[in-house]
T-cell receptor, first 114, second 109 residues
Framework: GAVVSQHPSWVICKSGTSVKIECRSL??????MFWYRQFPKQSLMLMAT?????????EQGVEKDKFLINHASLTLSTLTVTSAHPEDSSFYIC??????????FGPGTRLTVL | GIQVEQSPPDLILQEGANSTLRCNFS?????LQWFHQNPWGQLINLFY???GTKQNGRLSATTVATERYSLLYISSSQTTDSGVYFC???????????FGKGTTLSVSS
């Protein structure tokens, strides 16, 4: 149990385009999901907290107009990277809080912007 | 915000050796988890351990919440144990995990 999926697992896009990443909790409902990014050889950095039915909360320094988050249902949160640029290339990972306060992570999405 | 420090940053072992990874945190926490990140980036849940001791096969973990540290023990290490081990904590229930910088473990045969 407590499986989180992400789609796509990797994406390559041209500079200036937008990319949508989906995060799903497959066997549980998640009112709260989190989005992280990870640069090579570094740790995970929290980008935002996604709450079902309300606006996301962004960490300091994260542009909310660039990283659009929508949490439309109890099992789905999406992250859209708008007008992507090469510096947005990174590994994006989502997580969801399961039963008993333990958090579970998706497999990640590797974004490369050319 | 809360600070999470992991040590050592790098660890090189021969197969069969034992190791201890440490995680110090700067404030009281409601959640503490240990993860292993595999070569493809997937975070594998090892332990949910805000306090106490747990064991799972060759791995065990102990968190002393009053002293703000946690230890991950790996016994009889195998090459498949290689990778990055992260400790992450959260202040309140349902809040985001804050990650340490990780310990990179390399196990050679």
């Amino acid at each position: 149990g407590a499986v989180v999926s992400q789609h796509p697992s990797w994406v390559i896009c041209k500079s200036g385009t937008s990319v949508k990443i989906e995060c799903r909790s497959l066997d549980f409902q998640a009112t709260t999901m989190f989005w992280y990014r990870q640069f090579p050889k570094q740790s995970l950095m929290l980008m935002a907290t996604s709450n079902e039915g309300s606006k996301a909360t962004y960490e300091q320094g994260v542009e909310k107009d660039k990283f659009l988050i929508n949490h439309a249902s109890l099992t789905l949160s999406t992250l859209t990277v708008t007008s992507a640029h090469p510096e947005d290339s990174s590994f994006y990972i989502c997580s969801a809080v399961g039963q008993g306060n333990e958090q579970f992570f998706g497999p990640g999405t590797r974004l490369t912007v050319l | 915000g809360i600070q999470v420090e992991q040590s050592p940053p790098d660890l090189i072992l021969q197969e069969g050796a034992n190791s201890t990874l440490r995680c110090n945190f700067s404030d009281s926490v409601n959640n503490l988890q240990w993860f292993h990140q595999n070569p493809w980036g997937q975070l594998i849940n090892l332990f949910y351990i805000p306090s106490g001791t747990k064991q799972n096969g060759r791995l065990s973990a102990t968190t002393v919440a009053t002293e703000r540290y946690s230890l991950l023990y790996i016994s009889s290490s195998q090459t498949t144990d290689s990778g990055v081990y992260f400790c992450a904590v959260a202040r309140g229930a349902g809040t985001a995990l804050i990650f340490g910088k990780g310990t990179t473990l390399s196990v050679s045969s």
